[in-house]
């Protein structure tokens, strides 16, 4: 992939063995150097970490005792919290109207992005430059600055209060980035391996679909991991065009429910690590893929 | 007429399948992008309440943006905001990312963790420091207690005077283990003979950071700033929406929020869309000025 050549480690990890692992902690490092760099790290870690554990043991204790307890640990288990928490804000419905929203967009996304990159890649055609500086600008036009005229767009259109209309926007502000990314890995391939196809007499559709869409996996998963994360932690255009409570995605859901109630804050702790535990745990497992699809945006410059 | 549309569809000429392909995403792109894009300037020279007929003002929106106290005061945080944001962002980014690049005890598991905040949603990372920040159980006041400064206490969100400030600590919260882990990718490209050769020839630390890691990290420097430019001037509109609103008497207002009362609340479509436009222009103006500038900055080096 030509845009990640840049960032390619140059120097090798040598194999792990716990002798050389210790000598290369220490090596040449006076004590206090060793004190300043974990003692920095700790910092780090705690000022990080420390805020998502407080919603974490925040979420099993009772009413009183959040304010009562503030940063300790919780002396029983509330587990009640979490299904008062799931029922009261309607945890369930969010949930489904984020899948629903973010599936939707993502399949139209790929469907619609990786056509449009192979014909921009691989095909010749007038006015193909054109296109891509259009692509290209684009990008650098962030989409929240014409928010008024979209959401006239997608009110005329009858988009608003619709999950699949707010889906097909997602998509669609989502399209620029995902054809350059994915045009990128198109024209990564080999020109060889298209004009075998093309002797043994295949069309273009096959072979964008059995030759190279196999190649190109790792466009196709950097692209549903940047689109998933814009997507599913949206805000701004749900704010602008889901109305109607019972379709608020998962953002706006914990808003309103914050917003809406008064002080039942344990609730609200449970309902932040309910919401928000699955997505650090997917992280988490796939923390590598994640990281990748996120700097892609970075370096696509 | 089928025959001739299986007759085209059968052609297997670049152009043709080209069109094909690129019609789906051509559609996206004109109604949720261009269309919306050209339909927004027209909208700003008009005055429009979003039902009724609009009518033709010229640029007097644009005018009046200049003498609205309430723009110039949103245009001004905005400012502060960019500026704090990307000098935070890269000086803790890099200073991280340095640190990380060690032979640290527990690498890996550190470089995720301070990840985590990135692909928290801007609303849950709002709630989370609304709570943080709340005066009565509230994590940081709490702190403070604890540590005996409860000199230092303070209404972080409800004072005018720091309201902003505490705004823009969550947002570095947020993105610094994203800027860090862009950097720490630069960085391991700095191949180690160049350092092993400095320390030979006896340069300390601060020497060989200041004339191999920065020169040879400006172009990382130049991504992370450009990167954290646009995203500084609008996509701030979640975190002051969830935190303050823009709030108390518009000491937090930025221009997106003003912007989206101004449609919503105030049903002033024309001038809201102004609002856009002038911030998309004020965008613009500075990556260009900033890419001078960096590029002026290479040479002296």
Redesign the interface.
């Not at chain 1, 608003?160 to 997602?170: D, F, M, P, T, Y």
């Not at chain 1, 998962?250 to 928000?276: C, D, E, K, R």
């Not at chain 2, 949720?32 to 640029?59: E, K, Y």
């Given at each position: 992939m030509e845009h990640h050549s840049s960032i390619r480690p140059a120097r090798a990890q040598p194999p792990f063995s716990s002798h050389l692992f210790w000598k290369g902690l220490l090596a040449g490092r006076t004590v206090s150097e060793l004190v300043l760099v974990y003692g920095l790290l700790a910092i780090v870690l705690v000022e990080t970490l420390y805020p998502l554990l407080w919603v974490l043991s925040g979420s099993l204790k009772t009413k009183e005792e959040v304010i009562a307890n503030v940063w300790g640990l919780p002396s029983g288990f509330a587990w009640q919290n979490y299904t008062e928490a799931w029922r009261v804000a309607g945890i369930g419905a969010r949930i489904l109207n984020s899948v629903v929203v973010t599936a939707t967009a993502l399949a139209l996304l790929l469907l619609v992005a990786t056509p449009a990159a192979y014909a921009l890649s691989r095909l010749r055609f007038r006015g193909r430059n054109v296109i891509l500086a259009l692509v290209v600008a684009a990008m650098l036009i962030p989409p929240q600055v014409m928010a008024i005229p979209l959401f006239m767009t997608a009110r005329d259109l009858g988009l608003v209060n619709s999950r699949i209309g707010i889906a097909i926007i997602h998509a669609a502000s989502n399209l620029p980035l995902s054809i350059f990314i994915l045009r990128s890995f198109f024209l990564s391939l080999p020109a060889e391996l298209e004009d075998a196809a093309r002797i043994d007499g295949a069309s273009r559709l096959q072979i964008l679909g059995k030759v190279m869409l196999p190649l190109i996996r790792p466009g196709l998963a950097l692209v549903t991991i940047f689109g998933f994360i814009e997507i599913w932690n949206d805000f701004f255009l749900a704010f602008l065009l889901l109305r109607d409570p019972a379709l608020q995605t998962i953002p706006l859901g914990l808003v309103a429910f914050f917003q809406q109630y008064g002080s039942m804050w344990n609730l609200y702790f449970a309902a932040l690590a309910m919401t928000t535990l699955p997505v650090i745990i997917v992280f988490v497992l796939m923390q590598k893929q994640f990281i990748a699809g996120l700097t892609a945006g970075a370096v696509k410059s | 007429m089928l025959t001739r549309i299986t007759r085209i569809i059968r052609r297997?000429d670049?152009?043709t399948?080209?069109?094909?392909?690129?019609a789906?995403?051509a559609v996206?792109?004109s109604?949720?992008?261009l269309?919306?894009?050209l339909?927004?300037l027209w909208?700003s020279l008009t005055r429009w309440d979003?039902f009724s007929a609009p009518v033709f003002i010229g640029v007097a929106n644009y005018a009046k943006l200049l003498g609205d106290r309430l723009f110039l005061g949103a245009l001004e945080n905005n400012l502060i905001f960019v500026v704090l944001i990307l000098l935070l962002k890269n000086v803790l980014g890099l200073g991280?990312a340095i640190?990380l690049d060690?032979?640290?005890?527990l690498r890996g598991p550190?470089r995720?963790?301070?990840?985590?905040?990135?692909?928290?949603?801007?609303?849950?990372t709002?709630?989370?420091?609304?709570?943080?920040y709340n005066p009565?159980?509230?994590?940081l006041n709490?702190?403070l207690d604890?540590l005996g400064l409860s000199a230092l206490k303070l209404s972080w969100l409800g004072d005018a005077d720091i309201a902003l400030y505490s705004i823009i600590v969550v947002d570095v919260?947020k993105w610094?283990?994203?800027h860090a882990?862009?950097y720490l990718?630069?960085l391991?490209?700095?191949?180690?003979e160049l350092y092993e050769a400095a320390r030979i020839d006896g340069a300390g630390a601060v020497k060989r950071f200041r004339h191999i890691t920065l020169p040879l990290m400006m172009p990382v420097v130049l991504?992370?700033i450009?990167?954290g430019l646009?995203g500084a001037?609008?996509?701030n509109?979640?975190i002051v929406?969830?935190l303050t609103q823009g709030g108390p008497n518009h000491a937090t207002e930025v221009v997106?929020t003003y912007?989206?009362k101004t449609?919503f609340q105030d049903g002033n479509?024309g001038y809201?869309?102004a609002m856009?436009?002038a911030?998309?222009l004020i965008?613009?103006l500075s990556?260009v000025l900033l890419l001078g500038l960096m590029r002026r900055s290479k040479v002296e080096m």
């Amino acid at each position: 992939m030509e845009h990640h050549s840049s960032i390619r480690p140059a120097r090798a990890q040598p194999p792990f063995s716990s002798h050389l692992f210790w000598k290369g902690l220490l090596a040449g490092r006076t004590v206090s150097e060793l004190v300043l760099v974990y003692g920095l790290l700790a910092i780090v870690l705690v000022e990080t970490l420390y805020p998502l554990l407080w919603v974490l043991s925040g979420s099993l204790k009772t009413k009183e005792e959040v304010i009562a307890n503030v940063w300790g640990l919780p002396s029983g288990f509330a587990w009640q919290n979490y299904t008062e928490a799931w029922r009261v804000a309607g945890i369930g419905a969010r949930i489904l109207n984020s899948v629903v929203v973010t599936a939707t967009a993502l399949a139209l996304l790929l469907l619609v992005a990786t056509p449009a990159a192979y014909a921009l890649s691989r095909l010749r055609f007038r006015g193909r430059n054109v296109i891509l500086a259009l692509v290209v600008a684009a990008m650098l036009i962030p989409p929240q600055v014409m928010a008024i005229p979209l959401f006239m767009t997608a009110r005329d259109l009858g988009l608003v209060n619709s999950r699949i209309g707010i889906a097909i926007i997602h998509a669609a502000s989502n399209l620029p980035l995902s054809i350059f990314i994915l045009r990128s890995f198109f024209l990564s391939l080999p020109a060889e391996l298209e004009d075998a196809a093309r002797i043994d007499g295949a069309s273009r559709l096959q072979i964008l679909g059995k030759v190279m869409l196999p190649l190109i996996r790792p466009g196709l998963a950097l692209v549903t991991i940047f689109g998933f994360i814009e997507i599913w932690n949206d805000f701004f255009l749900a704010f602008l065009l889901l109305r109607d409570p019972a379709l608020q995605t998962i953002p706006l859901g914990l808003v309103a429910f914050f917003q809406q109630y008064g002080s039942m804050w344990n609730l609200y702790f449970a309902a932040l690590a309910m919401t928000t535990l699955p997505v650090i745990i997917v992280f988490v497992l796939m923390q590598k893929q994640f990281i990748a699809g996120l700097t892609a945006g970075a370096v696509k410059s | 007429m089928l025959t001739r549309i299986t007759r085209i569809i059968r052609r297997d000429d670049d152009a043709t399948v080209a069109a094909f392909m690129l019609a789906p995403a051509a559609v996206l792109f004109s109604l949720f992008f261009l269309w919306p894009f050209l339909r927004g300037l027209w909208i700003s020279l008009t005055r429009w309440d979003g039902f009724s007929a609009p009518v033709f003002i010229g640029v007097a929106n644009y005018a009046k943006l200049l003498g609205d106290r309430l723009f110039l005061g949103a245009l001004e945080n905005n400012l502060i905001f960019v500026v704090l944001i990307l000098l935070l962002k890269n000086v803790l980014g890099l200073g991280l990312a340095i640190l990380l690049d060690r032979a640290i005890f527990l690498r890996g598991p550190i470089r995720a963790a301070v990840f985590i905040p990135v692909t928290l949603s801007f609303a849950a990372t709002g709630l989370l420091w609304s709570w943080i920040y709340n005066p009565v159980f509230g994590l940081l006041n709490a702190a403070l207690d604890g540590l005996g400064l409860s000199a230092l206490k303070l209404s972080w969100l409800g004072d005018a005077d720091i309201a902003l400030y505490s705004i823009i600590v969550v947002d570095v919260w947020k993105w610094l283990g994203f800027h860090a882990v862009i950097y720490l990718a630069g960085l391991q490209t700095i191949p180690d003979e160049l350092y092993e050769a400095a320390r030979i020839d006896g340069a300390g630390a601060v020497k060989r950071f200041r004339h191999i890691t920065l020169p040879l990290m400006m172009p990382v420097v130049l991504i992370n700033i450009i990167l954290g430019l646009s995203g500084a001037f609008v996509r701030n509109f979640d975190i002051v929406q969830v935190l303050t609103q823009g709030g108390p008497n518009h000491a937090t207002e930025v221009v997106m929020t003003y912007m989206v009362k101004t449609a919503f609340q105030d049903g002033n479509m024309g001038y809201a869309s102004a609002m856009g436009y002038a911030l998309f222009l004020i965008v613009a103006l500075s990556c260009v000025l900033l890419l001078g500038l960096m590029r002026r900055s290479k040479v002296e080096m």
